[in-house]
């Protein structure tokens, strides 16, 4: 099993910046993979960005140039630093991990979200 906490978010005016922290409960060496999703009001939830375990990045064009992912594996937690903040922004963000177990199962993991608010 693998708690994931997430923190940072908050009320920011437009073009403001926010860094989401997410904590796991256990090493994130191994993990296969983690990410960042949102969803907002009446929407269904879309992937922001995501990061392998080599630490290789994806990132949702919406976003491109405004947000980094990033990975701590010392802290076993994982950033997502967002700069020039638009309202669109405006939703709960999530915390993910894919967690690849020695039977090749794989267990999705998330956390319980954080809610990102973008004034205009």
């Known amino acids: 099993q693998v708690q994931l906490v997430e923190s940072g978010g908050g009320l920011v005016q437009s073009g403001g910046s926010l860094r989401l922290s997410c904590a796991a409960s256990?090493?994130?060496?191994?993990?296969?993979?983690m990410g960042w999703y949102r969803q907002a009001p009446g929407k269904q939830r879309e992937l922001v960005a995501e990061?392998?375990?080599?630490?290789?990045?994806n990132v949702a064009d919406s976003v491109k140039g405004r947000f980094t992912i990033s990975r701590d594996n010392a802290k076993n937690t994982m950033y997502l630093q967002m700069n020039s903040l638009k309202p669109e922004d405006t939703a709960v963000y999530y915390c993910n991990a894919d967690v690849l177990y020695r039977d090749a199962t794989l267990e999705k993991y998330w956390g319980q979200g954080t809610q990102v608010t973008v004034s205009s």
């Open positions: 990061i392998s375990s080599s630490s290789s990045t």
């Open positions: 256990r090493s994130i060496s191994s993990f296969h993979a």
